[in-house]
């Protein structure tokens, strides 16, 4: 096997490198999961370092397992509301999280798209 072959892209979806602030919340509590909209001062912020239709790295400090679930409010350029998402965490270091999505809207996972196609053909 070539060195070339050895590591051949998995994702279903291509990441593209790129920050947008993120709000994140760890959910700690089945409530937390019924209640989309709920809100409070547990909010932490942090960025991508890159994202896809399927998930995103964030670059963020803090202890979390894998299998955590996150609720995300995902601010994309140009546009007034955050796209609200849930991802379970899917690898965890140092220096940031690997998050799978679990739920998002069709429609903001059109923005999102759009978004990724507009940053990576400039």
Do not use: C
């Not at 994702?11 to 709920?38: C, G, M, W």
């Not at 790295?57 to 397992?65: D, I, K």
């Amino acid at each position: 096997m070539t060195e070339g072959n050895m590591f051949l892209e998995k994702r279903a979806h291509p990441r593209v490198t790129a920050q947008i602030p993120v709000k994140y919340r760890l959910i700690e509590d089945q409530k937390e999961i019924e209640s989309v909209f709920n809100r409070d001062n547990r909010n932490k912020t942090a960025h991508t370092l890159d994202v896809s239709l399927g998930g995103l790295y964030l670059s963020a400090n803090v202890a979390v397992t894998a299998g955590s679930i996150l609720r995300l409010d995902i601010t994309v350029p140009d546009r007034l509301a955050a796209i609200a998402a849930f991802a379970e965490v899917a690898w965890s270091n140092e220096s940031g999280l690997g998050l799978h999505f679990l739920a998002i809207r069709d429609d903001d996972l059109e923005v999102l798209k759009a978004y990724l196609t507009k940053i990576s053909n400039p």
